[in-house]
């Protein structure tokens, strides 16, 4: 298992980091987010997806479930399943076209869809460690290996 860890000291350092993972980045890709309320998924997000060439403002789907984005040939989904009540409604809003072609698929939370996500590339876990966060990035998949083995410290 391919697995590297990151000391991110601040909101800029988390969104500089997802802009740097955007880089090496080759889809189709999945990416799962987790870690506990406030511990910076939405704000790695934006980092990735600013990385990808949008300059509008990334806010969280908690809502709506998905907010998508068309950067030409590149979609990539942000999702955020935190107020998912039951994984089936992802059946019901015809999740599985989300992961056809080559798409990029952020999720924040993807437990609570389990059983109707297709799995993840990269495992991105956010966690604070007193005053700055943790972030540890674990490939799940040899498409996602071969993304991490470009990441340099």
């Not at 709506?64 to 809003?93: C, K, Q, W």
Request: some cysteine; overall charge negative; proline content about 5%.
């Amino acid at each position: 298992m391919t697995t590297y860890s990151f000391e991110l000291t601040d909101a800029e350092a988390t969104v500089a980091f997802g802009k740097r993972l955007s880089s090496i980045i080759k889809l189709p890709c999945q990416i799962h987010l987790v870690g506990d309320l406030g511990a910076g998924k939405t704000t790695f997000s934006r980092g990735l997806i600013q990385g990808f060439g949008y300059s509008g403002n990334v806010k969280s789907p908690t809502y709506t479930l998905v907010e998508p984005y068309e950067l030409g040939s590149i979609n990539i989904y942000h999702f955020d399943l935190y107020r998912l009540a039951d994984p089936e409604e992802l059946e019901f809003m015809g999740i599985r076209d989300y992961f056809a072609g080559l798409n990029l698929c952020v999720i924040e939370w993807p437990e609570k869809g389990d059983g109707w996500l297709e799995p993840a590339d990269i495992l991105v876990n956010m966690q604070y460690i007193e005053q700055h966060r943790r972030i540890t990035l674990t490939a799940k998949s040899e498409h996602g290996r071969k993304i991490l083995t470009h990441l340099t410290p």
